[in-house]
């Protein structure tokens, strides 16, 4: 199974999907249009190239910092939560939805991701 | 709201700190000053600002356009990066500005060790209401 078919396993995950970082493409499954799906793909890569800008220019600073190279992003909302790793993003309901396991589950999956943004 | 002190009991704290809106560091804790200082810090501060901002930007635009609601306003704000995570909240904020006051408490972040982070629980001790006066 792939991992965004894997997620929607999960309890409270409403949606996933996967976006190449170059912009072109992008592939969901879950309770999203095509066209939202769409537009979460391209704010979650914005995000995630944004997040990978501040964290070399942090490396820069101060080299080893434990930040660099990010590994993904979570943002928290009072019903929902959106948590990216890698080129790979899922909204999870807050209520019925453990952000821990997801998180942990999206980084073990995507341990071997590369950090190259490719 | 809490306390950089109650932030730095989390499991793997490494750091706390609050920043103004505008990413300026006003206090900090520092365990491991080795590791993080204050310099890295203040960084970090307003690149926290800078992704709240943007979080929260899109979150408002999500719900005009697609109609779901509760992802706005942003409670969190967490970056996870190799062997750390920092999680910032502007949840204190929200409740201000519910409150209709103009003058806002600053942000507050804590810095975790990835390997014993528990995200769930740093959203619980930063959401935890205030006492009552």
Redesign the interface.
């Known amino acids: 199974m792939s991992i965004v078919t894997d997620l929607l396993t999960k309890p409270g995950v409403i949606a996933a999907g996967e976006y190449a970082y170059r912009g072109d493409r992008f592939s969901y499954r879950g309770a999203l249009s095509e066209e939202?799906a769409r537009?979460?793909s391209i704010?979650c890569r914005a995000?995630t190239m944004?997040?990978n800008m501040?964290?070399r220019?942090?490396e820069v600073?101060?080299p080893r910092?434990?930040?660099?190279?990010?590994?993904?992003?979570?943002?928290?909302?009072?019903?929902?939560t959106?948590c990216v790793?890698a080129n790979v993003f899922c909204m999870l309901d807050?209520a019925s939805g453990?952000?821990?396991n997801t998180?942990n589950f999206m980084?073990q999956a995507l341990a071997k991701a590369s950090p190259d943004l490719i | 709201m809490a306390t950089l002190d109650e932030l730095m009991q989390l499991p793997g704290a490494m750091a706390a700190f609050e920043f103004r809106g505008s990413g300026e560091l006003l206090e900090q804790r520092i365990a491991y000053p080795e590791r993080i200082n204050e310099s890295t810090l203040d960084l970090l501060a307003h690149m926290c600002a800078a992704n709240m901002s943007i979080a929260t930007m899109q979150a408002r635009g999500w719900e005009k356009v697609t109609h779901m609601k509760g992802f706005y306003p942003i409670q969190e704000f967490t970056l996870v990066g190799f062997d750390w995570s920092v999680v910032v909240s502007g949840l204190d904020r929200e409740r201000f500005k519910d409150r209709g006051k103009a003058s806002l408490p600053p942000f507050t972040g804590v810095v975790l060790a990835n390997e014993k982070a528990d995200y769930e629980a740093a959203f619980a001790t930063m959401e935890k209401p205030e006492p009552a006066p």
Request: aromatic share 10%; glycine share 14%; charged share 10%.
């Open positions: 939202h537009m979460a704010m995000t944004g997040a501040e964290g220019m942090l600073f101060q910092n434990g930040l660099f190279p990010p590994r993904g992003w979570v943002v928290h909302g009072p019903d929902y959106v790793m807050n453990s952000i821990n998180i980084a």
